[in-house]
């Protein structure tokens, strides 16, 4: 995209920071596409046909749970008014002898009609990041935990809840669900580093505290080391050092990206910068 063509764009965008990364996984979930980073299940027609009587299951076992009013008086046993299907990770929850009598009944349905589990978790965890793309937060988390349910090291089943409890501004949870998905994968995904990463900033216009900015500026880093070309990994350099009111080193990070991909920044953010300080190399300018 040409310089020129943000003048009409900026002209017609509110100002704030509170739109940036909204959806997370590299702002790719609004587009209906998925990093390259990132591996997605791609189901062929068969598979699709195979699956469809089991999604209307899933959806049976959701409206059975919920209005399930058992519960088990061991440990921390769900609350009768509380869908765990709808709380990450089931939150913990000792799950209902109904409950769990469906939970086996879907582990078996997903045996019969997946080759194996963890393709059946790559699948439930591709249907969650498409309800999350949609705003559909609740459907979203319940098939999240399903795949986190069928493969207890699904990366995406973990970054995936985090997304949604950053959506709905648990950055807490989202911090500690993003963790856990980048151990299991060894923090070699430049994109969920960027999601984290993101985590933090927000954290820090909230809290000020240093080490958060640290810990941004970090994660951000080492998705550079990864891939050099990730445009979003500079956005979010150049938010961070906004944030951290340092605007000179906020328009460079803001270049480099725009080097890497014009078509690739945000424009949000180059309408905070410009409202902190012209562009210093005079490529972009105010409407």
């Not at 990206?257 to 410009?274: H, I, M, T």
Request: glycine share 6%; charged share 25%.
């Amino acid at each position: 995209m040409k310089a020129s063509c943000y003048y009409i764009l900026l002209s017609i965008l509110p100002l704030g920071l509170a739109g940036q990364q909204q959806v997370l996984k590299s702002n790719s979930l609004s587009s209906g596409s998925t990093s390259n980073s990132t591996t997605v299940l791609k189901v062929d027609d068969k598979q699709k046909n195979k699956v469809g009587e089991l999604k209307q299951d899933i959806k049976t076992l959701g409206e059975a749970v919920s209005a399930d009013a058992e519960v088990v008086i061991v440990g921390t046993a769900s609350p009768a008014n509380v869908n765990v299907n709808f709380v990450a990770l089931y939150g913990g929850f000792i799950k209902t002898a109904e409950q769990q009598e469906e939970e086996e009944a879907f582990l078996k349905d997903c045996d019969k009609n997946f080759p194996s589990r963890v393709e059946a978790s790559q699948f439930f965890s591709k249907s969650g990041w498409d309800y999350l793309s949609e705003g559909g937060k609740d459907l979203a988390t319940h098939r999240f935990n399903l795949a986190w349910t069928l493969n207890k090291e699904n990366v995406e089943a973990y970054w995936g809840l985090g997304v949604v409890a950053y959506q709905q501004g648990d950055y807490h949870s989202a911090i500690e669900l993003m963790d856990q998905g980048l151990v299991l994968n060894k923090g070699q995904s430049p994109t969920l580093l960027v999601d984290l990463a993101t985590v933090y900033i927000k954290c820090f216009t909230e809290h000020k505290e240093a080490a958060e900015m640290e810990k941004a500026n970090e994660l951000l880093e080492k998705a550079l080391v990864l891939d050099p070309s990730f445009t979003n990994a500079y956005m979010q350099l150049s938010l961070a050092s906004l944030v951290n009111d340092n605007i000179d080193q906020a328009w460079l990070n803001f270049h480099k990206a725009y080097e890497v991909d014009p078509n690739g920044v945000s424009v949000e953010l180059l309408a905070e910068l410009l409202e902190h300080k012209s562009d210093p190399k005079g490529i972009f300018k105010k409407p």
